[in-house]
């Protein structure tokens, strides 16, 4: 099976149905339409013609980045795409973003080790991240 990342921002409808069937949270058509064009990164992986990856970027451009939307479909999962996907937002992030800049990610599960192989570590005792949902 060949595999292509290319950078862009997934469309409306491939980022729900990615983040759906990945088992994260659904957002709304509203939301999407709303949030992704504020993207400051992002790389796709396509497999005979179809977005069957994702991943983002989101951030003020200077002095904070978040990485996001981590989402493999899950029959193309265990095949090494996710880290392709990490792969190529932290290099875009070393090339691009300033050496000052603060890039975060909130891990879940396992995928906890799949970030630490590029540098990630957990921020505690020193840090605590903490989130809230919104409705």
Not at 64 to 72: G, H, K
Not at 102 to 124: E, H, N, R, T
Request: net charge neutral; glycine share 12%.
């Amino acid at each position: 099976m060949s595999y292509e990342l290319i950078s862009g921002t997934p469309s409306v409808e491939d980022y729900r149905r990615l983040r759906r069937v990945a088992g994260l949270s659904e957002k709304s058509q509203a939301a999407a339409e709303a949030g992704l064009p504020n993207t400051w990164h992002a790389v796709m992986i396509r497999h005979d013609g179809r977005t069957i990856g994702m991943g983002r970027v989101i951030g003020d451009g200077g002095t904070a980045f978040q990485i996001v939307d981590i989402a493999v479909e899950p029959e193309h999962q265990g095949k090494g795409l996710g880290k392709r996907i990490v792969a190529a937002l932290v290099e875009h992030l070393r090339v691009h973003a300033p050496a000052s800049a603060y890039v975060s990610l909130i891990a879940d599960g396992d995928a906890q080790y799949l970030y630490a192989k590029y540098g990630f570590a957990p921020v505690m005792p020193e840090s605590i991240g903490m989130g809230m949902r919104i409705g």
